[in-house]
């Protein structure tokens, strides 16, 4: 962990905010129900949408086969929120309806823009959350 912010919450985005900072930035949000079996990410799709999963559980698929679940607290779409790349995996919603709530590039940019702080803080979380994800694949291979 960083030195620079203390830890507030164990949610990956929201580590490093007070309350008020989070309900800020979930305030910007877009809450979404995702039907039963439905898709949230097409793989290759353009997008650039950054995700959390609020309730439910979300699959990974490529190529029609589940990598992995995803539940509360989990973020998705990171990569191509960061450098609008093409989506790299499908996501869907298994058996029963999930909920996400999902941030516009823009939107949110434009949003951290105004504040130094939370910016910093919000790029510390998204960078740790990314070297997370690295080390658990290299784990893996």
């Known amino acids: 962990m960083n030195k620079l912010f203390p830890q507030h919450s164990d949610h990956p985005l929201f580590r ?3 309350d008020d900072e989070r309900r800020k ?6 809450v979404k ?25 979300l699959d990974i698929v490529a190529k ?11 973020v998705l779409g990171e990569v191509s929120f960061i450098d609008d790349s093409p989506r790299t995996v499908s996501v869907r919603a298994g058996e029963e309806n ?4 999902g941030w516009n590039k823009k939107t949110l940019s434009e949003a951290l823009a105004f504040d130094p702080q ?8 998204l960078c740790e959350l ?5 080390r658990d694949t290299a784990r893996r291979v």
């Open 33 to 57: 129900t995702v039907r039963a079996n439905n898709y949230l990410i097409r793989a290759r799709e353009l997008d650039s949408r950054l995700y959390t999963v609020e309730e439910g559980h």
């Open 64 to 74: 029609d086969t589940v990598l992995a679940t995803v539940g509360p607290g989990d």
């Open 16 to 18: 490093y905010f007070t």
């Open 25 to 30: 930035i979930e305030k910007i949000g877009e």
């Open 118 to 125: 939370l910016l910093a803080k919000f790029s510390v979380a």
């Open 98 to 101: 999930a909920v996400v709530r």
């Open 130 to 134: 990314l070297v997370e994800r690295l």
